[in-house]
């Protein structure tokens, strides 16, 4: 599927360059969809048992049916755990409290684009990667198409959910450069450490402040088992999995914006399927954040950047 075109150095270590071809963009419309069909998922779930208790159950059966496949990775168990807990749990955690507290969750589909700005500055910040002025303005243009959803009066109580949205988003895109030191980790392995992390951070908690949810788990109906399912297999193991196999192999620029296609699969989905409306402020927000996320998207790196 890749074709190698040769090495490159960066920061002093080989790396290998490869063309993004059709079967790379097929496997991120992939992901963009079980990403859209998961904010259904999510929340239909999360509605039916509590924010902790279903996060908790998800990452514990994306565990049991990727444990086989875990392995410790000699200078890497550190990097594979971080990942687990920043993308299995708390990113998850804040991700469902959000569409808790949510009603209109196109809303929070909108937010969920700050992840793509997110990345680029935590690798700026964190990595010293180089962002020419274009991709700057992207992050401006995005991040202010996001804040113009403070401004409709009909998602006015929906503000506090979008900040948590917007916190997910921001740990998410920490998640991504954690996924840059894992090249060459299997899929399974990674999703294995990845509901591992997830169930031991979050079992407890649920254990502590969900009770009566647990208990009522004998009275949901099989609509939320069926979205449940499709959140672990399709979601979780399908589309995080082939995410984590694309950011290993290619540009955190090159594949973060691919993921456009999700937030706006999932406001159309959700409006859909909840039957909540799409109003004039989030269609204006959301398009000037797509225009930024296009913007980072179609700027070439800056020349020389390392």
């Known amino acids: ?92 955690l804040l991700l469902n409290l959000a569409l808790f507290m949510a009603t209109n969750v196109g809303a929070l589909a909108i937010a969920g684009q700050l992840s793509v700005p997110f990345s680029l500055l935590l690798g700026a910040l964190l990595l010293a990667e180089k962002l020419n002025g274009r991709k700057i303005a992207g992050v401006i243009l995005a991040f202010a198409g996001v804040a113009a959803l403070v401004f409709d009066p009909h998602i006015l109580t929906e503000v506090p959910a979008i900040l948590v949205m917007a916190s997910a988003a921001m740990i998410w895109g920490g998640a991504t450069l954690v996924q840059r030191k894992l090249v060459g980790v299997s899929v399974m392995n990674g999703q294995a450490w990845n509901g591992l992390m997830g169930v031991a951070t979050l079992a407890p908690f649920a254990l502590m402040f969900e009770r009566p949810a647990i208990a009522g788990l004998v009275h949901v109906g099989w609509v939320p088992v069926a979205w449940f399912a499709f959140t672990c297999l399709g979601s979780t193991i399908i589309g995080q999995g082939t995410l984590a196999w694309l950011l290993q192999r290619y540009p955190i620029s090159t594949i973060m914006p691919l993921m456009l296609a999700a937030p706006v699969m999932s406001t159309v989905f959700a409006s859909l399927y909840f039957g909540t409306p799409i109003t004039a402020v989030m269609i204006g927000g959301g398009t000037l954040a797509l225009i930024g996320v296009a913007i980072i998207a179609l700027s070439p790196d800056r020349k020389g950047a390392k």
């Open 1 to 92: 599927m890749a074709i190698e075109e040769g090495r490159a150095m960066e920061g002093g270590a080989a790396e290998v360059v490869r063309r993004f071809g059709p079967a790379g963009m097929i496997l991120a419309l992939l992901v963009n969809v079980m990403f859209a069909l998961n904010v259904i998922a999510m929340k239909v779930v999360v509605d039916a048992t509590a924010p902790l208790l279903s996060v908790a159950l998800r990452m514990g059966t994306v565990f049991l049916l990727c444990a086989p496949a875990i392995r410790p990775l000699p200078g890497r168990t550190g990097w594979l755990a971080l990942y687990g807990f920043l993308n299995g749990g708390l990113f998850l």
